[in-house]
């Protein structure tokens, strides 16, 4: 998590979804990073603990803004992640399994330690009906999302790639798709309403 306490907006680490590009690039500019096993700071976690306390110390309350990647691709991320060799043999490691197992066992409701990798609805939301992040964009409008930074930053911003998953094949058979879907409804529906919104969800704030 970034925050630019001068630009009154904050950037939460959604995981999987480039956040190590966006730190690498933009860093130099916060003036609070949260690094390592803090980085990502859910939104509802931001909103209700992390930015009262900013206005309360700085008195100013950034917006936040983060990412939220097509729920299928997001996974076939962690699972690329997870094949890397430094893993083989532990537990959190995909290698010897197809990505139809792989997402088999995220449905599951005790799910081994190598699927435990969270949800993008629980991150971005209250759990419910809420979003909780301000802004929303859709991880394949990255145009929108560097226009946005750009000019909230008041500078021009520019992504590299950075941890880059290894090339493995991934496909997914459609009953274990239909699984997905059923499983992880709210995911889906809220990756829909960024793109029917053009890529940029915004939050208003009561």
């Given at each position: ?5 001068r ?9 999987k979804?480039g956040?190590?590009a ?6 130099s ?20 603990q992390i ?11 950034p ?7 097509e729920p299928?691709d ?11 060799k430094?893993?083989d ?14 997402v ?8 081994p ?14 759990g ?7 802004h ?9 999302f ?26 997914l058979s ?29 939050t208003?704030?009561?």
């Amino acid at each position: 998590m970034l925050v630019f306490l001068r630009h009154k907006i904050t950037f939460l680490a959604t995981p999987k979804t480039g956040t190590t590009a966006v730190e690498l690039a933009l860093k130099s500019r916060a003036e609070i990073i949260f690094a390592k096993n803090r980085k990502h700071v859910t939104a509802a976690r931001y909103a209700n603990q992390i930015a009262p306390f900013l206005e309360q110390t700085f008195n100013v309350r950034p917006e936040s803004v983060a990412v939220m990647r097509e729920p299928v691709d997001q996974i076939r991320s962690w699972y690329k992640y997870r094949s890397q060799k430094r893993l083989d043999g532990s537990e959190l490691s995909t290698q010897g399994i197809s990505f139809d197992q792989f997402v088999s066992e995220v449905c599951a409701d005790n799910p081994p330690e190598r699927a435990q990798i969270g949800r993008q609805f629980s991150f971005l939301t209250d759990g419910k009906d809420r979003v909780m992040a301000d802004h929303l964009f859709a991880y394949e409008d990255q145009d929108g999302f560097v226009a946005f930074l750009s000019k909230r930053l008041k500078h021009p911003v520019e992504l590299g790639e950075k941890n880059v998953s290894p090339h493995v094949d991934a496909l997914l058979s459609g009953p274990v798709l239909d699984r997905l879907r059923t499983v992880r409804a709210a995911d889906f529906a809220l990756y829909d309403a960024i793109r029917s919104g053009g890529g940029h969800l915004q939050t208003p704030r009561t």
